[in-house]
């Protein structure tokens, strides 16, 4: 394992190392009755704590010669009170060296585990690129979980004959204990989505993967009620020729339309069941077509943003924020958002948060 670099691993061990030479050397000059054995073990716990146990080893060496070096100036050292110092410095010493070792140890496995976390929950989550077809893309993720890159929200993208194809949901749920179903659905999506079948068709498969993904994995001892499981979410098509966006809404909050420095929800006329709970009642995946030119901008987000507080309780006002940024490009537009959520929040958020800008370029 390697030693940590940086102040704590190079300054601090020197400076110890001086602090240590000087108490001999200052012994020789104090009175018989004043002595600074004591303060030896200060600058061995401070460098085993902040360079590592090698160095907390060499320094913890350092500082036994010192005693023993103090001592043999005074002509103490067979002396009862310094036998006892001397064991006293070498027990606690192999104690903060060893305490020093299983602290790294673990440090370097949980660096292990968290490299191993990111690089699946990438495979899950992946980025989007920041161009499809006519379509420039920026999107930001927050999940609630500290440490995590992945939670209940999910999105993803594909390009189907002519046509761009979107995906934004929010699995039921956040956190690491969602990532399940986050991805049976993405894994839905990218297996269908680049299919030239109609959008209510694409949904219906949807649909079916993912009651079929809820129950086939499903945990019994977890799950009170399979039924209690669903993605809310919401499937956008934009047409590469035609200067219209097609959006079916499975019980997903309505996407923003930025035109002319305006912010408008575009609410379907026939919204869905959230994915999963097709089968408790009739539906019909019927798109919704709106107006969309070129230079016009989409925003698409989940709950996560609505629904964080301030300390007052007072829920994020995104329509009246998104309206002052409606003439930015999707990039700033999103980073515009996601500073302005955490400013209002000055907090963890209690969700995952998930927002996607998109954009039609003009010919």
Not at 93 to 106: C, K
Not at 136 to 153: C, H, P, V
Not at 262 to 269: C, D, F, G, I, K
Not at 330 to 352: I, R, S
């Amino acid at each position: 394992m390697r030693e940590p670099r940086g102040a704590g691993g190079y300054v601090l061990p020197v400076v110890s190392a001086g602090l240590i030479v000087a108490v001999p050397i200052a012994d020789f000059f104090l009175p018989q009755n004043i002595h600074l054995a004591h303060f030896l073990v200060v600058p061995v716990a401070l460098v085993a704590a902040f360079s590592g146990p090698r160095r907390g080893a060499a320094i913890a060496l350092l500082a036994v010669l010192a005693l023993v070096a103090a001592a043999a100036e005074r002509r103490t050292l067979s002396t009862e009170n310094v036998l006892v110092q001397l064991a006293s410095l070498v027990l606690l010493s192999v104690l903060l060296v060893l305490i020093s070792h299983l602290r790294e140890r673990g440090q370097f496995e949980i660096a292990g585990l968290r490299r191993v976390s990111e690089a699946a929950q990438g495979v899950v989550l992946r980025s989007l690129p920041k161009r499809v077809g006519p379509v420039a893309i920026a999107s930001a993720y927050r999940s609630a979980e500290s440490g995590a890159r992945l939670g209940g929200d999910v999105y993803a993208v594909a390009r189907a004959g002519n046509a761009t194809r979107l995906l934004i949901g929010d699995v039921r749920g956040k956190g690491l204990g969602s990532i399940g179903d986050s991805e049976t659905v993405l894994g839905a999506f990218r297996a269908a989505a680049h299919r030239q079948a109609p959008l209510p068709e694409l949904v219906a498969t949807l649909e079916a993967s993912v009651r079929w993904g809820l129950a086939e994995y499903s945990d019994p001892r977890a799950d009170a009620d399979v039924g209690e499981r669903f993605v809310t979410a919401a499937v956008v098509e934009i047409p590469d020729s035609e200067p219209f966006v097609h959006i079916v809404s499975c019980g997903h909050l309505p996407p923003l339309l930025l035109h002319d420095g305006t912010a408008t929800l575009l609410s379907v006329a026939q919204p869905a069941p959230p994915l999963g709970l097709g089968s408790l009642v009739e539906s019909a995946y019927t798109p919704t077509t709106f107006a969309f030119a070129p230079g016009d901008r989409l925003l698409l987000y989940t709950d996560g943003v609505t629904e964080a507080r301030d300390r007052h309780g007072t829920f994020y006002p995104l329509l009246e924020r998104a309206a002052a940024w409606a003439d930015r490009c999707p990039g700033k537009l999103v980073e515009a958002v996601t500073e302005d959520l955490q400013a209002h929040v000055a907090g963890p958020l209690d969700d995952d948060m998930a927002v996607v800008a998109l954009q039609r370029e003009r010919p």
